[in-house]
């Protein structure tokens, strides 16, 4: 279990100790930022509002989920403190 940041704004990602936070609706998720491909860390693509792999190029969506591979598996959840 992981504690969100404090100063995280709404539709803001960001990859913090090896986690990916993004909060929309007030509601924070948390990632896994290692890429299930080849464990390269995820970065958050503002302007796609994406988690994009700079290694070998795979794409997830803003909850995780892949929109272009060489991934086939999502980022996986990480539970965060309430």
């Known amino acids: 279990m992981v504690k969100a940041p ?24 948390a990632f ?14 503002a302007e796609e509002r994406t988690w994009d792999c700079p290694c070998h190029g795979s794409r997830f969506t803003a909850d995780g989920s892949v929109l272009n591979g060489p991934a086939v598996e999502p980022l996986k959840p990480v539970e965060v403190e309430k």
């Open 32 to 45: 896994s930022a290692v890429c299930p491909h080849e464990a390269c860390d995820v970065e958050w693509n």
């Open 6 to 29: 404090g100063d995280l704004h709404e539709g803001e990602g960001r990859v913090v100790d090896g986690v990916a936070f993004r909060k929309e609706h007030g509601r924070v998720q």
